[in-house]
């Protein structure tokens, strides 16, 4: 009777093993990657746009460029005059007018004139820096534009891995059910089922990882546009890869048109140009004109009769020529100094341009590659394996290593995909013409 009810009890795991197979098998097919409909999602070109308009930086630079316009206004009005009164050459013992003929109030006043040419060059010289900080302005929200839209197909990769993670804990879950079927009936180790306990814990482990990187990466995009920090973002479930078909020399090209930057650098040449043309009048010194009317008193036989006065006021610029050399030097110079920054910018572009589309082209290639072969092979591995381990054909650890192999492809693939929109946002940054880009872009 022992020996039966032994047996009665093997039968009912083997019944157990072969139920959670058909189960496992359906899981399969239920589990399998599937193109879903994607739910409505934030358009980063749209979030792109609102941190352009309403980030606290922009705004700061948009009042320092008000401020320089105003300072243009400023620089073309003359000096504005100054009138004094003197209460001249009294005696010191009695302070009256009328005690000696010099003694009078003296009224003046005085204007100092600019020489024709020098206010027109002051004005151009304020208007080439203000043109510089709107090309810094602009430049500002080029970068903006790309952290915001580079920030949200992070967080949309961030998402799909926690995906992932998720579908593949519910995997090793019915993996731990088979595998304690056999561990019950001897046939497997306690080390195997151990194995897949902590696998399941690190894949539940790696969701707080997941959401920690959610909160960053929202915070980051809201920040940018200068709301809550925990205001929701919506990310597609699903995206393709994509290609593009620029090559180095177009994309350089659209950089020397577009880049606000290379502007920027371009601007602050002209405008230390400019200052150092300013500087070419400012040696000149200006004249200074003053009338004065004096007011007198009878004085003895002095009958006290009113004084009136016109005077012409020169500067004697000392060493004034070498000064004015020294700074038309220094502003030279400094414009030199851009036109060898523009230099190295440009170059610097041209690597950057050649390094995003050596990994774009690399992760749209392994994307593909990883969709439509490689993960669909490792899909099948993992099925093979497990029939192969039900039936005692293949040991745990083949299970095990399939189990891994597809988890680490279809996160790869995830990363590749991803990658393409990260690195098409970072190439719009660099060129500094998202609009453009936006036209040649295709998916596979």
């Known amino acids: 009777m022992h ?32 193109v879903q409909a994607e739910q409505a999602a934030d358009d980063p070109n749209e979030l792109a746009s609102m941190a352009a308009e309403s980030n ?8 320092h460029i008000e401020s320089l316009r105003h300072k243009t206004d400023a620089s073309v009005t003359w000096a504005d005059p100054v009138f004094a009164v003197e209460y001249s050459n009294v005696p010191w013992n009695s302070w009256s007018l009328d005690d000696s003929p010099m003694s009078g109030v003296q009224f003046k006043v005085t204007q100092k004139i600019t020489l024709p040419g020098k206010n027109l060059r002051r004005m151009q010289e304020v208007q080439a820096q203000t ?11 080029n970068q903006l534009r790309a952290m915001v839209k ?43 089922l151990l194995s897949l306990q902590v696998l399941k814990k690190r894949l539940k482990d790696d969701l707080g990882d997941f959401d920690e990187r959610q909160k ?37 090209q659209l950089a020397i048109e577009y880049r606000p930057l290379l502007k920027q650098t371009k601007a602050r040449a002209k405008w230390q140009r400019m200052a150092a043309r300013k500087v070419e009048y400012e040696r000149w010194p200006d004249i200074t004109v003053w009338a004065g009317y004096r007011a007198r008193m009878s004085a003895g036989a002095d009958p006290g009769t009113d004084f009136f006065s ?83 054909r293949a040991d745990f650890a083949s299970l095990y290593r399939a189990e891994l192999e597809l988890l680490n492809f279809e996160r790869a693939s995830k990363i590749a995909h991803a990658s393409t929109h990260v690195e098409k946002s970072s190439l719009e940054a660099v060129v500094g013409a998202p609009a453009t880009l936006e036209k040649r872009e295709a998916t596979p």
């Open 216 to 252: 960053q990466l929202t915070a980051a995009i809201n920040s940018a546009m200068h709301r809550k920090v925990s205001v929701p973002i919506t990310t597609p479930d699903t995206f393709e890869a994509l290609r593009m078909n620029y090559t180095t020399s177009e994309l350089v």
């Open 150 to 192: 580079k920030a949200y197909w992070k967080l949309a990769l961030v998402r799909q891995l926690r995906k992932i993670n998720e579908r593949h804990i519910v995997l090793v879950e019915q993996f731990l059910a088979v595998v304690r079927v056999k561990y019950q009936v001897g046939k497997v180790g306690q080390h195997d």
């Open 131 to 141: 043109q510089v900080s709107v090309w810094e302005l602009e430049e500002k929200k």
């Open 310 to 392: 016109l005077g012409v006021s020169v500067p004697l610029p000392f060493d004034y020529t070498a000064k004015a050399d020294a700074q038309e030097a220094q502003y030279l110079s400094s414009a030199a100094e851009a036109d060898d920054t523009y230099q190295a910018i440009l170059d610097q572009i041209k690597g950057q341009v050649e390094s995003s589309l050596a990994t774009w082209q690399r992760a749209f290639e392994k994307a593909r590659r990883y969709k439509t072969e490689i993960i669909p092979e490792a899909d099948r591995t993992l099925k093979a394996n497990l029939a192969a381990y039900q039936s005692d």
């Open 56 to 63: 606290r930086a922009v705004f700061s630079l948009q009042r």
């Open 3 to 34: 020996l039966l009810h032994g047996g009665n009890q093997n039968m009912k795991h083997v019944y157990s093993l072969w139920n959670l197979t058909w189960k496992l098998v359906l899981f399969f097919a239920i589990a399998t990657p599937q």
